[in-house]
């Protein structure tokens, strides 16, 4: 299937364990991006990635681990999840074309931490 | 970073216009005007971007201010697969990695 896809869709988790969120897009993007959406709120950037092995912090990394070997793998590990990780993950991807870029958006994992 | 203001929340009856307002006041010459929504259970999907110009699209019009400190985005008519979180964001074209979602306007469309 072409576009962005993330798995799992849902994620129940014990505080302390470690969680793997993937996300794999088809289209070749340099881009690639992980938000989480807190209940009622927006979207906060955790980590972005220009292209492989290249990746930055956004609004809220603590607590998260990201790595990009391949342009279209962007996968985000919790090392010791804790329950303020609750949350909606989306990931997104996009070609930095200036005046064209938009972001495409997975359908998200919801985490829940207990 | 340059901030959005909405309401947070509008609603509309079906097929009449929507005009969904945004400030900006703090925008800078290199932010683009971005405008994404969130239909329930689901990932942001883009609406239409502008810098100066309005700007049509087949999904909606974004009409921006003479100034740049507010824009509003127009849907013609609106249907009940309207209901969603409309986003306003700026995207710095020197940052443009980096998008910023505020709370965003909840609108619901009444039947």
């Known amino acids: 299937d072409a576009g962005i896809t993330q798995s799992p869709r849902y994620k129940i988790t014990e505080t302390g364990r470690q969680v793997t969120l993937m996300c794999h897009q088809t289209?070749?993007?340099?881009?690639m991006f992980w938000y989480r959406q807190d209940l009622g709120h927006g979207l906060r950037l955790i980590y972005y990635?220009?292209?492989?092995?290249?990746?930055d912090k956004g609004e809220v990394p603590d607590g998260y681990v990201v790595s990009r070997s391949k342009t279209e793998n962007f996968p985000l590990t919790l090392e010791s999840a804790t329950r303020s990780q609750t949350s909606v993950y989306f990931c997104?991807?996009?070609?930095?074309?200036?005046?064209?870029?938009?972001?495409?958006f997975g359908p998200g994992t919801r985490l829940l931490v207990l | 970073d340059a901030k959005t203001t909405q309401p947070n929340s509008m609603e509309s009856n079906e097929e009449e216009p929507v005009h969904l307002p945004c400030n900006h006041s703090?925008?800078?010459?290199?932010?683009?005007i971005h405008w994404y929504r969130q239909l329930p259970s689901q990932g942001p999907e883009y609406v239409i971007h502008?810098?100066?110009s309005n700007v049509n699209n087949r999904m909606a019009s974004l009409a921006i201010a003479e100034d740049r400190k507010s824009s509003t985005l127009i849907l013609h008519r609106a249907t009940l697969r309207d209901a969603a979180v409309y986003y306003c964001?700026?995207?710095?074209?020197?940052?443009?990695?980096?998008?910023?979602f505020g709370s965003g306007t909840k609108l619901n469309v009444k039947p």
């Open positions: 997104a991807s996009s070609e930095p074309l200036v005046n064209r870029e938009t972001q495409y």
């Open positions: 289209w070749s993007h340099s881009y």
């Open positions: 990635s220009a292209a492989a092995d290249i990746t």
């Open positions: 703090t925008i800078s010459g290199t932010d683009y």
């Open positions: 502008g810098l100066t």
């Open positions: 964001i700026l995207r710095d074209v020197n940052n443009f990695n980096k998008f910023y």
